[in-house]
């Protein structure tokens, strides 16, 4: 079945840990995208990969890194430099310039 | 800067009844809109697209309307059942790369 999926799905962490959440697609989308959703808030674009090897800031990029290696993962880095990390993180993919997006089953990360 | 509105934040409607969501954006200059789901705890489903060349889209009891000179969006769901008690969140593609702008969604619930 083609499909976006994120693991894991729930993250327990400690402050000033950093920890890495997955995100592969097999839909062989070019594009792939990182949101983060707190409660009663919409979803906010963190970090946008167009095609592999590149990838630009959203509007809440501070503290937090991506990498797009290969056209298939796009890893999200929560650093210890964010400084309220806990919320429910969404990746998403889609065919550049068709601008449908499809997303993941998401990631609750919590951090104590 | 784009804005996303929907109103109401919450509706509750008895089983059966037509009910109508409602979206609006501050710029009309948008790619597309596109109308989400999203179940507690869980990812975004897309329900409907609809191009900024187009009026409106359906999808078997779902009618999803766009007037991009007033910007607005309706998402009209007919004969409501409780299985459609969700979040529905409007978004729109505003930028060159695909970016999704979100509104903060309305919650829906239908009684038995």
């Known amino acids: 079945d083609g499909g976006i999926t994120q693991s894991p799905k729930y993250l327990f962490r400690k402050e000033g840990q950093n920890v890495t959440l997955s995100c592969e697609q097999n839909?062989?989308?070019?594009?792939m995208y990182w949101y983060r959703q707190d409660p009663g808030q919409g979803l906010r674009l963190i970090y946008y990969?167009?095609?592999?090897?590149?990838?630009q800031k959203g509007d809440i990029a501070e503290g937090y890194s991506v990498s797009r290696e290969k056209k298939e993962s796009f890893p999200l880095t929560v650093t210890s430099a964010q400084k309220n990390p806990t919320a429910f993180y969404l990746c998403?993919?889609?065919?550049?310039?068709?601008?449908?997006?499809?997303f993941g089953p998401g990631t609750r990360l919590t951090v104590t | 800067k784009q804005e996303v509105t929907q109103i109401p934040a919450a509706l509750s409607v008895p089983e059966g009844e037509n009910l109508v969501l409602n979206c609006s954006f501050t710029?009309?200059?948008?790619?597309?809109l596109q109308w989400f789901r999203q179940d507690p705890g869980k990812g975004l489903t897309s329900l409907l697209l609809?191009?900024?060349?187009?009026r409106e889209q359906t999808s078997g009891r779902l009618n999803a309307s766009l007037d991009k000179s007033s910007g607005r969006s309706t998402l009209y769901i007919a004969a409501s059942q409780p299985g459609d008690s969700a979040t529905y969140l409007c978004?729109?593609?505003?930028?060159?790369?695909?970016?999704?702008?979100f509104g903060k969604g309305t919650k829906l619930s239908v009684k038995p």
């Open positions: 998403a993919s889609s065919i550049p310039g068709l601008y449908e997006q499809y």
């Open positions: 839909l062989n989308h070019d594009a």
């Open positions: 990969s167009q095609i592999v090897n590149d990838f």
């Open positions: 710029d009309s200059a948008i790619y597309n």
């Open positions: 609809i191009q900024s060349s187009q």
């Open positions: 978004a729109v593609t505003g930028g060159s790369q695909g970016n999704l702008i």
